[in-house]
């Protein structure tokens, strides 16, 4: 029962040009949302959270946008840049539990 | 380092052969998770501490999995007679608050091996 899905295993965008990556997920309980990045023989590293109470988060040029009714999350990047290649994971957790998280999205930026 | 570590970084094992990979968390950090991430997969959950307390371990695949952190801080998981569908990269991350509304830092994992 893959409770966080992210249906898109790679996306490939053009340098300067915007990364959307998607995920959607199933349990109502989730309260609080989070995007890791993943390099190659790296663990993942935390990139921006928001929480439910919010619709949107920015942090210089990555933004989250919570869409509640829809079950829908979003990161956008822009501009992208190659070093933002790398694989996404979206994540979700309920307060005071454990985080669960999606499958990835493998992002490559073209220069 | 200020960061989370795990050793070994690789680790093959025959079948049947039992097995302990250690995490060192961030000093001070409340939370400690386990995660295991097959090829291709996102990092599925395990087990979750806070402090010394095993708060949850309904991830664990088996009872050959156990994991201890008997002092609140490293963490240690255990894999009694491995089998090969355990060859998996083991993912620790920990994180300052208890509530799981705080990010988790993550150690490189140590990648497993069983032939």
């Known amino acids: ?111 | 380092g200020a960061g989370v570590s795990q050793s070994p970084r690789y680790k093959v094992a025959k079948r049947g052969q039992d097995v302990a990979l250690r995490c060192d968390p961030i000093s001070g950090h409340v939370s400690l998770f386990w995660y295991q991430q097959a090829l291709g997969q996102g990092p599925e959950f395990l087990t979750y501490f806070q402090n010394e307390a095993q708060l949850d371990k309904s991830g664990l695949p088996s009872d050959r999995f156990f994991a201890e952190r008997p002092e609140g801080s490293v963490s240690t998981l255990k894999i009694q007679r491995t089998q090969q569908e355990d060859s998996a990269v083991y993912l620790c991350a920990s994180s300052l608050r208890g509530d799981g509304a705080t990010e988790a830092f993550f150690g490189q994992g140590t990648r497993l091996t069983v032939v």
Not at chain 1, 5 to 12: A, E, G, R, T, V
Not at chain 1, 31 to 48: M, Q, R, S, V
Not at chain 1, 83 to 89: C, T, W
């Open chain 1, 1 to 111: 029962d893959q409770q966080v899905k992210q249906n898109s295993p790679s996306l490939s965008v053009q340098e300067g040009r915007i990364s959307i990556l998607n995920c959607d997920y199933t349990n109502s309980m989730f309260d609080y949302f989070l995007w890791y990045k993943k390099y190659p023989a790296e663990g993942p590293t935390f990139l921006i959270s928001i929480s439910s109470i919010k619709d949107k988060n920015e942090d210089g040029r990555f933004t989250v946008f919570l869409n509640k009714s829809a079950k829908h999350l979003s990161l956008h990047i822009v501009p992208s840049q190659p070093g933002d290649s790398a694989v996404y994971f979206c994540a979700a957790s309920q307060w005071g539990f454990k985080t669960i998280f999606g499958a990835g999205t493998r992002l490559f930026v073209k220069a």
